[in-house]
């Protein structure tokens, strides 16, 4: 007799749709502007108080005394130098939390894709790496209900 191949279930998922758009990463994003908005408002506030400075320094160049100048831009020189580590350690900061979240968010993703595999009983779920997926075997929005009622 004849050996007839099983028939495969392939499912596809959109995993950067998934993580860009599940509930989770909302939250994770929420978190990140709560853990970082108040240094993220100090960069800003350093940022008005160096224009307001030069702008000082501008307008009142002429009429102010040498040493008062001097005084002037030496603190303006060093809440530049202030700004541009503080700017660098904020990003440094927030990317490393960032890539943290991120990492979370995927076990999460991938938990959610495995666990609608194995209902459903696929034997391989393709992702980006697809070079064609027809929508019959797109489980994204799937994936994405399933993340929802988490």
């Not at 994003?29 to 709560?34: D, G, I, N, T």
């Not at 303006?76 to 350690?89: P, S």
């Amino acid at each position: 007799g004849h050996v007839h191949a099983a028939e495969l279930k392939i499912g596809y998922v959109n995993a950067a749709k998934v993580i860009d758009q599940a509930p989770q990463g909302e939250v994770a994003l929420k978190k990140l502007e709560a853990e970082f908005g108040a240094r993220d408002k100090e960069l800003v506030a350093t940022q008005n108080k160096i224009k307001q400075i030069e702008g000082d320094l501008e307008k009142n160049a002429l009429m102010m005394k040498e040493s008062d100048r001097r005084t002037k831009e030496r603190d303006l020189l060093l809440l530049k130098r202030d700004l541009k580590r503080a700017t660098q350690e904020f990003r440094e900061d927030y990317n490393q939390r960032r890539n943290e979240e991120l990492a979370v968010l995927q076990k999460i993703v991938y938990k959610a894709i495995v666990e609608i595999a194995k209902q459903e009983k696929y034997d391989l779920i393709m992702h980006e790496g697809a070079v064609y997926a027809s929508d019959t075997i797109d489980i994204t929005d799937k994936v994405l209900k399933t993340l929802g009622k988490q």
